[in-house]
Nanobody
Framework: QVQLAESGGGLVQAGGSLRLSCAAS????????MGWVRQAPGKERDVVAA???????????YYAGSVKGRFTISRDNAKNTVYLQMNSLKPEDTAGYYC????????????????????WGQGTQVTVSS
């Protein structure tokens, strides 16, 4: 099992940046694919970014179309941490952001739907003002 704890959310003006962090417990973090999932009030959960666990030096990533070019997901397996750098934030990015993890059979797998994830953090709120 893995336990996840997000940090780094807050209030920011449109055009600003935030970096979310997700610290994971457990000694097998490097065998979990990781994702950032957001949910705004009245809307469905969406995976905005995900990253493979990788068996070597190459990570595979996924970005939702709405964040591509603005958000960057990365991971530091030595620190058991995954990050989401969010630039050029827009009011429509306002949501609760959740870190999620799942063990995958292959290092290159990048789950792109929230139902594929087994472990979740408590979430951190991101609010972007116009």
């Amino acid at each position: 099992q893995v336990q996840l704890a997000e940090s780094g959310g807050g209030l920011v003006q449109a055009g600003g940046s935030l970096r979310l962090s997700c610290a994971a417990s457990g000694r097998t973090f490097n065998t979990y694919a990781m994702g950032w999932v957001r949910q705004a009030p009245g809307k469905e959960r969406d995976v905005v970014a995900a990253i493979s666990w990788s068996g070597g030096s190459t990570y595979y990533t996924y970005y939702a179309g709405s964040v591509k070019g603005r958000f960057t997901i990365s991971r530091d397996n030595a620190k058991n941490t995954v990050y989401l750098q969010m630039n050029s934030l827009k009011p429509e990015d306002t949501a609760g952001y959740y870190c999620a993890a799942v063990r995958t059979d292959y290092s290159i797998m990048v789950p792109t739907t929230w139902k594929e994830y087994d472990y979740w953090g408590q979430g951190t709120q991101v609010t972007v003002s116009s």
